[in-house]
């Protein structure tokens, strides 16, 4: 039909933590939401999954991005920008990027994640 029904999963250590609000009929949605979350001391890396809500069958996925920890680590004032959606089923074309700001607050015994889902197209 020319359009999705888009919303996004976070998932820290594919350990899904928050879900975006659905925007109904559309490639080009915009959320703007925050959440803030704590961290375990030792995680590997945060995945955002950009999903297709669909009511007769199983959701799709339209693609999805992965911060590794030293990424953040690059990047100690938080991390924010367009990123580029890769495949997660290897027979998949994926296009499309979405816009994010990531951010790791606070000292080693109790960090939080600051992750701001803006928008994607």
Partial sequence: ?????????????DEAIIRTATVW??????????YEVQLQPGFHSISIYVMDE??????DIIGKVCITRDVLAEHPKGYSGWMSLS?????????GE???RVEVLGSQGSRRLRCSVLEAR
Wanted: proline share 7%; charged share 35%.
């Fill in 1 to 13: 039909t020319g359009s999705s029904d888009p919303y996004c999963i976070v998932k820290i250590d």
């Fill in 25 to 34: 009929k559309t490639l080009s949605p915009f959320w703007g939401e925050e």
């Fill in 54 to 59: 669909d009511a007769l069958s199983r959701d």
């Fill in 87 to 95: 495949e997660v089923d290897p027979d998949e074309e994926v296009q």
């Fill in 98 to 100: 979405i816009h994010l």
